[in-house]
């Protein structure tokens, strides 16, 4: 028998306690004593309070053996083994990180890829396409305009693959007196360079949307929100084309979860900002690559905030100091864009068009949303989408955070786009796809662990998925039939 007074800094969810809490243990069955005080200093390591209470409440070292586990499957590192002469040190066998789950997402990425390699391949530059493009290269010769909606973030992506050649062409062509014939059709050989940035954003954004979807709602979450993801039409459009709206699409859901991802960090009891300072830069790149491809997704922002109070009611300051700290690194990134010109970079913040609201065509925005994009472009999102909001309503059990958080954003979309109908208001409705996306699999996750909505579950949610990849070929034809034209 050994006696063991360790002293604890305990924290429970929405509570910051800034005093230690002194807990005097009987430890029994433990040999040698070096491997209790190792198992200590693990649990006090800035564990949640659910692990620390279970552990406090186990009376016998077997409780504290079992949560030691527990914490060595979150901190995988070097531990003595309980019951060893020689108390030698072992590391303990990495977790598998892939296996069935990983290469289902990895297939269902690359048919993905595979759908919008067709549609590059069989969609020309269009006329906007190569606005964006002679702009890029404009602002590679100095030639700055500023633009209200958005910034030049799009336009150097769109020449970041061909710049040393376009320069080349529009030099020789400058300097023998002529006006550069550089338009979408001269620069249509360069049509996989010019959309490969774009094709790249769609698939991170796929991988996030996986991600999320499952570290939240668990497998059948995560299958439902990749399938649904790669089988839109919509999405593989606007991965295939040079535009702002992947891009926005991209940096406001990684803004809105990475947010609520740092906000949960600081129920561990380190310094906010030195700890998350790489969480903080890439929320801060969030922010501006989400600014930088719509001046109006900035009023993502006070939703993003919300969440984050909401989240660690004990530590509000802090979180609002991150989500600042945050801003800032998004400004610098804006800079960056402006190509670090401070003369330029402040006129088109202060022309920029963050909010243009409007009376709103409510029965004309609505028609052109359901009509012109849901049936057309993504239709089974649609459908699971309106299921789910109705589950949602009338079942309690997914009115919850992880439920809730997405569907609070991509219903501020479709007001944003009611609302602004003149600021480019309809490509909200597809900033709110990937969210409505990951409702929609969360929704489903809860009805797939009911006995008795499991069979409903499954027919609706895997019907209609089926149902969208068996006709995202015919969508994707008609897509391409009215890009061909446009």
Not at 36 to 59: C, P, Y
Not at 88 to 101: I, K, Q, V
Not at 186 to 199: G, K, S
Not at 238 to 256: D, K, Q, Y
Request: one cysteine or more; a positive charge; charged letters at 15%.
């Amino acid at each position: 028998m050994q006696t063991i007074r360790a002293v604890f800094r305990l924290q429970l969810p929405g509570e910051c306690l800034p005093t230690g809490i002194p807990i005097l243990k009987t430890l029994s069955e433990l040999n040698p004593g070096e491997w209790a005080s190792s198992t200590i200093r693990r649990l006090s390591n800035g564990v949640s309070g659910d692990v620390f209470t279970t552990a406090i409440a186990s009376g016998t070292g077997a409780g504290i053996r079992e949560h030691d586990k527990t914490v060595t499957q979150m901190q995988p590192e070097s531990s003595v083994r309980p019951g060893s002469d020689n108390a030698s040190l072992e590391r303990p066998p990495a977790p598998r990180r892939y296996g069935a789950p990983q290469v289902f997402a990895a297939t269902l990425l690359l048919l993905f890829l595979v759908q919008c390699g067709w549609f590059v391949a069989n969609v020309p530059l269009s006329q906007v396409e190569g606005n964006y493009i002679l702009r890029g290269i404009s602002l590679l010769h100095g030639v700055r305009t500023a633009d209200r909606h958005h910034s030049p973030l799009v336009a150097e992506a769109a020449v970041a693959g061909i710049w040393p050649v376009a320069m080349r062409e529009a030099e020789s062509t400058w300097l023998s007196g002529h006006e550069p014939p550089l338009d979408q059709f001269t620069l249509d050989r360069y049509r996989w360079l010019v959309r490969a940035p774009f094709l790249m954003a769609g698939l991170f954004l796929g991988a996030s949307v996986w991600y999320i979807a499952r570290r939240l709602y668990g497998n059948g979450g995560g299958y439902v929100a990749i399938s649904l993801y790669c089988f839109t039409p919509g999405l593989v459009a606007r991965s295939s084309l040079v535009g702002p709206e992947i891009f926005g699409a991209w940096g406001t859901f990684s803004a809105v979860f990475a947010s609520i991802a740092v906000a949960h960090t600081l129920y561990a009891p380190r310094d906010a900002f030195l700890w998350n300072r790489k969480r903080i830069a890439m929320l801060g790149i969030a922010i501006g690559i989400m600014v930088g491809a719509q001046f109006a997704l900035a009023l993502v922002l006070p939703l993003a905030l919300a969440f984050m109070l909401w989240a660690v009611p004990g530590r509000r300051r802090a979180a609002a100091g991150i989500l600042a700290a945050a801003c800032v690194i998004a400004l610098l990134f804006l800079w960056a864009v402006y190509g670090t010109s401070l003369s330029f970079f402040a006129l088109s913040m202060a022309k920029a068009e963050w909010a243009a609201f409007a009376r709103p065509a409510l029965a004309g925005t609505l028609n052109s949303a359901v009509a012109g994009f849901y049936l057309r472009e993504a239709s089974a999102t649609a459908l699971l989408a309106v299921f789910s909001v109705i589950t949602y309503l009338l079942w309690p059990r997914t009115r919850f955070f992880g439920n809730t958080a997405p569907l609070l954003v991509a219903g501020e979309m479709v007001l944003l786009a009611i609302f602004m109908p003149n600021a480019a208001g309809g490509i909200f409705f597809f900033y709110c796809l990937p969210f409505f996306i990951v409702f929609s699999a969360g929704v489903f996750a809860d009805l797939f662990e009911s006995r008795r909505y499991h069979s409903l579950a499954v027919g609706v949610g895997y019907g209609a998925i089926l149902a969208q990849a068996g006709f995202s070929v015919v969508g994707l034809i008609q897509l391409a039939r009215g890009y061909r034209g446009f």
